[in-house]
């Protein structure tokens, strides 16, 4: 799939070193670039997900507990 994006002339001078110097092309660079841009994205919402109890003053057993008593 190919997909339209505006860079400027800097950008677009910094990237065609960056891929002389690394001998692959601009185009693939760009790929790897989103790519990693994902996973720390993916990453992140995994992080955010952990220790959502953990500015709560509740017990995560003892809340547990509490709900199961009520049904």
């Known amino acids: ?20 110097a690394a001998k692959r092309s601009r185009a693939s660079l760009i790929r790897q670039a989103i790519e990693d841009f994902l996973g720390r994205s993916r990453d992140e919402q995994v992080d ?8 709560r003053k509740v017990d995560g057993l003892e ?3 509490r709900l199961r008593e009520e049904w």
Not at 48 to 55: I, N, S, V
Request: no cysteine.
């Open 1 to 20: 799939m190919r997909a339209l994006v505006d860079l400027d002339e800097k950008q677009i001078r910094d990237l065609d070193a960056m891929a002389r």
């Open 48 to 55: 955010d997900a952990f220790g959502l109890w953990g500015k």
């Open 63 to 65: 809340y547990q507990r």
